[in-house]
């Protein structure tokens, strides 16, 4: 962390923040300049608070040269995270893993029916929504706990285990039966909700904020991680940008950014990033292309009359080939992962 | 709503969009272009889903013509809610409400003092923070439960309401002597908190969402006050742009554009927006001038050492100096209130 | 087009609001509801300018059916535009162009080595920056003229046609033996310089604007082909967002929606995207894999002392390797071109 | 400036960029961590291109301390610039001088009319579009030549000053009697047309482009300035965010940021940030009490028919209300101004 002081900064002051730096487990080197004077702090600097610096008189600006997160930061942990799902299944590490189902739980036959079809085309984990959230209080909101159990009847029926949405700490006990717990991008940052999800061991899928950057994404990442959960997934689903066309914008850097910050697994849902099912099929495969440990893809057998998100779900035979697709890519640039892990 | 049908629509779907439409109440009127067929549906539409209906192959696109917010809508309330917070304390209706206190609460003596010094320059209202969200697991995360405590003290010394955050459903019993419960930007869209604080009496002070459109804003409010619980206060705190200088960018157009929308009362909150105290005050004077019902400052008696958010914390000195103004700014506009809301 | 009147709108100004319309060469056609008026405007809308409507004191909202832009809609123009560049070079309708280079022209022995180098390697267009448009006053700001020299040293040593970034209208003469005009993000609404380009017929590589939604761009095309010059190939660059890790964000969704949207062609520039050469091979791919007709890459034989724009760059070795996988990953994916195309 | 090395940064490797640095002209200060090694330069880093030493293998970070414009900084120009328009008018300092008249000039009786009206309310410099940057081709563009000849006609009947949109540097004869060349928010990074404006005395206006941060926009009047014309006024008009509301988002923190950052007069464009003239009154009084200089307010004698941007002007009467309560605002805020300047 680098603290860059104002031009003739008071004497008192900065001998105050001298020794308030000296009780903070850090070494200060100054460097001394024309104008200004620059203090270097040397150490483990992630629980300084830059903004508390920042607020003294005589301080200009702080600076951070390294991450704050530590058991998300790759330079601490250079080996990829595999997530193991169930004795069959796991996340990261360079295999594709297809996650793919319906925006909405409707029905059992609709449930199970896409749970066999997705299975069939290669996928290895159900998705499909219970509770919702939804901006609109008016907006169907999900079948709730009668969509957990049909969740669990298709993973009963198809051996598929489950990645579902959880919306409050309270909902834990619920989803006990549930592989993948996954949290949206409005609660990206909802600490309440992380630091529960971090007291279990659970498999979390973290979505990334509408609007966050890579650091606010690997800091929540953190809260669960340092609550003693390991099993951290990261899924981008596309930031808010100018475009109207598209519903978000998917950030697909991520995948080889974050393969340089990070040891977690990133998956890619281009189903919600889109909202459009016709591009779906092109930007699976460029993030397949890109590296992805895997995609979270919207399966329905009605699109048409899918309860809600509809307009990005694809049918079991559009997605059928483009899993085809997607694992032939892979073959091709599967061999390049380990290059662009940058050292 | 308006409807936009694709070119040379297949007359079957076509038929079944009319089927479900007419089951949805609301009226529908065609009309037919050279190339294209526009649907007007008319009546209560806050309740049809215009994705579900975007998913139709036969649609081109869908615009809503009216907001789908009711409860928090103008057009249907076109008076002031003015949100009654104790005996002799209301925010809202034209009158400049000052809600001051340190980002959070340290001590009975420091938040005993403050609320002293705030409450003799014209604040009404007492702020503080006892449980803080931050994006570090590892930063201070507020005095918690203690810090309920310090602020209830104060309240006993000085009569002054409280407003702090509240940051999960299960702490409301902690919260039931606390006047206003401030929702977090990072919580606007926790649709869990803002079902269960829906259920409650309690005035809700709603920040903004970090990125979000006033739509996506009122649509939050609309979730507390479809629960039954009308004391919902607004409160701008900056939105997310690409400047770096300041924290965030205060949008100080939401005033008369919010005023125009809806009913409820706009609070400002200048210092957490910017992160700088410097710019505090001339924000304030903006903010008065525009005519917001109430501000946000922070107010510390010693800033340098406030534990978080310091920079943004002005002293009680150059608080009281900016009163004055602020009050002298609100006679010289006050009148002008009522012009401004477009009929 | 459809204009939405607000309740009990004043007769004598809706009469003459008709009656403006009806000089417009549109037809109207109203629906009305029971709070409010819906005017259908139906015939070429393109001329007709929606914030002069939106004055009037009637007008509630005005929102646009089909798209401003008619000569860029592939609405008109179903058939892909393939951009010819000299008698052995083309750019669009599905082939995978390379265009590869650095960023500064810097010496004959720099230029026409990496030409020769990225030609062996499967690129068929050299690029090179003569006039660079920088941020500061003070960077430095490309060879100009005699950078143009040397470019056209190299066409003539390899045979490759030069892309390079025109500034200004007034450099039109300079650039005559110059094959592909780029014009930058920056001059992307350079409104002045767009029409003096749609009076050539020289092909223009448009970049898009930092912050420019697809309607922007495509209208900013539209100047150029109203002006006569269809020859337009439009190139994503990255986008700014809240992310500071990548320079920009590269956005590889508008590949299959610009291919919806318009007939012209679309180039990806990873490398300026990301400003992170570690990032531009897995870009790459991703863009390759989503269909883009062409890519334009940075090359330089010492990339840590190219002039500008160097931390984007990758070395011929690199690129040799990367230009392979690249037609591999077409090989696999070449044959979904046409399915992509939203009819 | 601060360099962060990686960890274990090859010996040559290091070697050579001191011994480069060391031929720039800046002091190198290093400091070694127990991970990292950071080299600060001291010195006059402006010319120093940071992307290049970014690009190095052995470098991870580099930090900028020091501002990168210079002539524009207030750190090495304390004292307010005070534009001189005309004999009687200038800009700056602290004076709200307000700058008023329509969109688009469109006849003689327009302008004069409107001229003398504003004028009567206290406004001492005339605006109007006579070349008019529309995002389509297909809008009116402004009257042009015309347009400029009918805007001196008016000077010649007020005695008002002009300012008007220039879009290209082969423009410049023509505004040879203009006293304001305005340059457009599309046109603010067009460094041709900066270059040549540095070259003149003219007073620029250099509005803020729609996603410009305030170093960038510090940067294009650093352009102007190093080209050794001393005259520029910065212009806020909005940025864009993700609000719809409005058409763009106006920046009012930019007020006592600029004042801190740079001595250059700061005028605000609330008319065109907002698109809305029901919006206007109350930023402009917001605009005002945060100190700006002055304001560039849209003010058309009949705003239903202006042919451009109507939605955003006022009529005489509502701007004549308007200033009275501005310049009431100012005199209870003016002797403020002091104080804001952080030292």
Redesign the interface.
């Known amino acids: 962390m680098?603290v860059?002081l104002k031009e003739h900064p008071d004497r008192v002051?900065l001998d105050n923040l001298m020794n308030w730096l000296n009780t903070q487990d850090v070494?200060v080197?100054p460097?001394?300049?024309?104008?200004?004077m620059?203090l270097?702090l040397?150490?483990d600097t992630?629980?300084i608070?830059d903004?508390?610096i920042?607020?003294?008189?005589i301080v200009e600006?702080v600076?951070r040269?390294?991450e704050?997160?530590k058991k998300a930061n790759r330079k601490f942990h250079p080996d990829d995270t595999i997530v193991r799902i169930d004795d069959h299944t796991s996340i990261g590490g360079g295999a594709l893993t297809l996650i793919a189902g319906p925006c909405s739980v409707e029905s059992e036959d609709q449930i199970i029916g896409i749970a066999e079809a997705v299975k069939k085309s290669g996928a290895t984990i159900l998705r499909g929504g219970a509770f919702k959230?939804?901006?609109?209080?008016?907006?169907?909101q999900g079948m709730g706990l009668e969509g957990i159990r049909l969740l669990l009847a298709a993973k009963e029926a198809t051996g598929l285990p489950i990645c579902t949405e959880i919306?409050?700490?309270?909902q834990l006990p619920i989803f006990e039966d549930i592989d993948i717990l996954q949290v949206g991008a409005?609660?990206m940052?909802?600490?309440?909700?992380l630091?529960e999800l971090g007291k279990t061991q659970k498999p979390v899928l973290l979505k990334r904020g509408?609007?966050?950057?890579?650091?606010?994404w690997l800091?929540s990442a953190?809260?669960i991680l340092?609550?003693g959960n390991p099993n951290v997934i990261l899924c981008e689903r596309g930031?808010?940008?100018?475009?109207?066309?598209?519903r978000n914008?998917?950030?697909?850097?991520c995948?080889?950014?974050l393969r340089?910050?990070t040891h977690l697994p990133i998956v890619i849902d281009p189903s919600h990033?889109?909202?459009?099912s016709?591009?779906v099929?092109?930007?699976s495969?460029?993030?397949?292309?890109?590296?992805a440990d895997g995609l979270l893809i919207e399966v329905h057998n009605d699109?048409?009359?899918?309860?809600?998100?509809?307009?990005q779900?694809l049918t079991p035979e559009v997605f059928d080939r483009l899993a085809k697709?997607l694992f032939?890519?892979r073959d091709?640039?599967g061999d390049?992962r380990r290059?662009?892990i940058?050292k």
């Not at 808010?240 to 598209?246: A, K, Q, V």
């Open positions: 680098i860059i002051q070494m080197q460097t001394v300049g024309e104008h200004q620059i270097g040397i150490g992630a629980s608070d903004e508390l920042s607020a003294l008189d600006a600076k040269v390294s704050p997160y959230p939804r901006t609109s209080p008016y907006s169907f919306m409050d700490a309270s409005r609660n940052q909802n600490f309440s909700l630091k509408m609007s966050a950057t890579y650091q606010d800091m953190e809260y340092a609550g930031i808010r940008t100018f475009e109207t066309y598209t914008t998917l950030d697909l850097s995948i080889p950014a340089a910050l990033a889109s909202g459009r016709a591009l099929p092109d930007l495969k460029a993030a397949t292309a890109a590296g699109p048409a009359h899918a309860r809600c998100d509809g307009p779900s697709k032939a890519i091709v640039c390049d290059d662009v940058i």
